[in-house]
């Protein structure tokens, strides 16, 4: 069963608007989220994460919004560049903590 | 530091033929990660080991395996392979607990 659920699986947004990925989880005891990105054939890069204990992180053009009642988070990017193209996964801590619950990500292509 | 090293880069098997994978995670990092990539299935995890340990394993088939070396280092087997085993493996080492992990670029696997 699929702990952390993103259920858009492409966005397409111009450059210069905002992108807004999102992402759902099912397991309350999650404390812990981080966002990936991924271009073809690479390894997914880190991009920001956010403490249970937060409900905002915001790093340049990047920020993640935490809603815990409603166990939601989204990544919003502003301004979306063309650069920004590619897959963007949501992830939370597995069991132990040093593995991670993955979603099945979303592909966002910025236009120019 | 080196980052997060795998090989071979790309590997084509038949069926029933198996494969191993290799990982050499970055220095000092002593917990290495194995996960699935196929289209539509975002990152699926397959396994966890610390210090040698396997910690957690995700929802595969006994075909694959796993181990960690002494030095940190760690190989994916998987056996008897099957068409539907073609996919990106990626390996990803992480220096604690709920910390962010580091990817390596993956090996494509292609079975024909």
């Known amino acids: 069963d699929q702990q952390v659920k993103q259920n858009s699986p492409s966005l397409s947004v111009q450059e210069g608007r905002i992108s807004i990925l999102n992402c759902d989880y099912t397991n309350s005891m999650f404390d812990y989220f981080l966002w990936y990105k991924k271009y073809p054939a690479e390894g997914p890069t880190f991009l920001i994460s956010i403490s249970s204990i937060k409900d905002k992180n915001e790093d340049g053009r990047f920020t993640v919004f935490l809603n815990k009642s409603a166990k939601h988070l989204s990544l919003h990017i502003v301004p979306s560049q063309p650069g920004d193209s590619a897959v963007y996964f949501c992830a939370a801590p597995y069991n132990s903590g040093y593995a991670l619950n993955f979603g099945k990500g979303t592909s966002l292509l910025v236009t120019p | 530091k080196a980052g997060v090293t795998q090989t071979p880069r790309y590997l084509i098997k038949t069926r029933g033929q198996q494969v191993t994978l290799s990982c050499s995670p970055i220095?000092?990092?002593?917990?290495v990660s194995w996960y699935q990539q196929t289209p539509g299935q975002g990152l699926q995890f397959l396994f966890e080991?610390?210090?040698?340990?396997?910690?957690n394993k995700g929802n595969f088939p006994g075909r694959f395996s796993g181990r960690q070396f002494s030095n940190s280092r760690s190989e994916m087997n998987v056996s008897t392979l099957e068409l539907g085993d073609s996919a990106l493996y990626l390996c990803a080492s992480s220096p604690g607990q709920n910390e962010k992990l580091f990817f390596g670029s993956g090996t494509q696997l292609s079975v024909l």
């Open positions: 220095s000092g990092h002593r917990s």
């Open positions: 080991y610390f210090s040698e340990t396997q910690r």
